[in-house]
C-alpha cells in the first residue's frame, strides 16, 4: 500500500534496479522501499502491519551528464556502496534488501496533480537535523587539501593572538558621536524543506507549460543544494539553511 502522509520513515530496500529517465535519459537507481517505523513526536513507532511501500527515483547524474554528488553520497551513505560500479546496487540488491534505511517522504506537484515521493535517503537511525562534527580523518583531510589556503587567506595572522601584558590602557574618551552602522542585507528567514521544495517547484514548470519532468526537477534541486552546502546531506540541513535555499535556490536553476 502506497504511503498516504508525509514525514520520516524506517524501512527496508527490498528491490533494487537500475535505468534511465525517460526525459534526457539520466542514469537512475529504482529502489522500492518497505516501510517498518514512523518518527512520531520524536518516537520511532512500528508501522510494519500497514504494509506502506513506496518506490524512489534516485539520479545519478545531472542534465549535462556529469555525476550527481549528492545521490552517489546519499547512497554510498545508507547501503554501504563504495560509489565506483552503478550496477553492483543491482547485484548486490538481495543482500541490500535486509540492510535497513532511512527515508523522507514528502507531497510533490506534477502536471496539476500531488503525490507522495521519496525526497531523501539517509543511513539508519539518522537524526533529523543536527550538527555535524568533525572527526580525525575530515580533520586530516581538511589540513592536506585546505590548510595552506586558509593560511595564505589569513595572511600569515596567527590564528590566536597572544593576550596583552598587564593592565589594559583606559578607553580614550569619545568626543564626537558616533556614526550609524551601515544597513546590512536581511538574513533569509528560517523555513522548512516543504517550504523551500514547493517555492522550487514553482520555478520548474511541467508539461504543458514547461519542460521539466520530476526526475529533471529533483536533479536541479540537489545540484542546487550541493552548490550551496557543499558536502552537507539535506538531513544536516537547518532551517536557516532551509531558509537560504528558499531565498537562493530558485535564482540558481538552470534552464533547459
Not at 118 to 144: C, H, I, K, M, W
Request: aromatic residues 8%; proline residues 10%; contains cysteine.
Amino acid at each position: 500500500m502506497l504511503p498516504n502522509r508525509e514525514g520520516l520513515f524506517h524501512g527496508y530496500p527490498v528491490e533494487i534496479g537500475l535505468g534511465e529517465t525517460q526525459q534526457n535519459r539520466l542514469l537512475q537507481a529504482v529502489i522500492l522501499y518497505r516501510l517498518t517505523e514512523e518518527l512520531v513526536q520524536g518516537q520511532w513507532t512500528d508501522i510494519s502491519a500497514e504494509n506502506l511501500e513506496i518506490t524512489g527515483y534516485h539520479i545519478l547524474e545531472k542534465r549535462d551528464h556529469s555525476l550527481n554528488d549528492n545521490t552517489i553520497e546519499s547512497l554510498k551513505a545508507a547501503l554501504g556502496w563504495d560509489g565506483r560500479d552503478p550496477f553492483w546496487l543491482q547485484d548486490a540488491a538481495a543482500e541490500l534488501a535486509e540492510k535497513p534505511v532511512q527515508v523522507r517522504l514528502g507531497f510533490e506537484e506534477y502536471n496539476g496533480s500531488t503525490s507522495i515521493k521519496v525526497q531523501f535517503l539517509n543511513p539508519y537511525g539518522s537524526r533529523p537535523g543536527g550538527v555535524p562534527r568533525a572527526d580525525d580523518e575530515l580533520r586530516r583531510t581538511v589540513a592536506n587539501r585546505l590548510g595552506a589556503k586558509f593560511r595564505a587567506r589569513a595572511g600569515g595572522t596567527p590564528a590566536n593572538a597572544p593576550k596583552p601584558a598587564g593592565k589594559p590602557a583606559p578607553p580614550t574618551p569619545q568626543l564626537a558621536a558616533p556614526k550609524a552602522p551601515a544597513a546590512t542585507a536581511e538574513a533569509p528567514k528560517a523555513a522548512t524543506m516543504e517550504e523551500a521544495w514547493r517555492e522550487f517547484v514553482k520555478h520548474c514548470p511541467a508539461p504543458p507549460e514547461g519542460k521539466w519532468d520530476p526526475q529533471a526537477i529533483e536533479a536541479e534541486w540537489f545540484r542546487i543544494l550541493g552548490e550551496l552546502f557543499p558536502g552537507k546531506q539535506p538531513s544536516d540541513l537547518t532551517e536557516a539553511d532551509w531558509g537560504v535555499m528558499l531565498a537562493e535556490g530558485p535564482g540558481r536553476i538552470l534552464p533547459f
